[in-house]
């Protein structure tokens, strides 16, 4: 199964909640085991489409690269719609609900490669 997450349904997600860490609002509190976690998530049902690594690029152009998700939306804002079930109208993405746990692992490791 393979997740890609499309620029139009990253549009609809600005305010969505996630597991924010109270100072600041935004950023997900995630141990490196679950770090390690969304990154072995990530390659294995993301990369055929988005770039999921500091420096490689999105197999599809539409596809934002993951280290660039922050530019345009709070990462944590990805949340609800990964706990929903993320759906779009290609047949190359299929619908993937996660559980709270893998949310935060791959929330977190969305969150740790963030180009600064």
């Not at 055929?48 to 922050?70: K, Q, T, Y």
């Amino acid at each position: 199964m393979r997740l890609a997450l499309s620029l139009a349904l990253l549009t609809m997600l600005v305010g969505c909640a996630a597991t924010p860490r109270p100072d600041s609002g935004d950023d997900i509190i995630a141990s490196p085991a679950q770090i390690e976690a969304g990154r072995v998530m990530a390659r294995t049902h993301c990369k055929n489409c988005h770039a999921v690594g500091l420096s490689d690029h999105s197999a599809v152009r539409e596809a934002i690269p993951f280290r660039r998700l922050s530019e345009l939306y709070p990462v944590s804002g990805l949340a609800e719609a990964l706990a929903e079930g993320i759906v779009t109208g290609h047949p190359s993405m299929p619908e993937w609900v996660l559980e709270p746990e893998e949310i935060t692992s791959l929330l977190g490791y969305i969150q740790s490669i963030q180009a600064r």
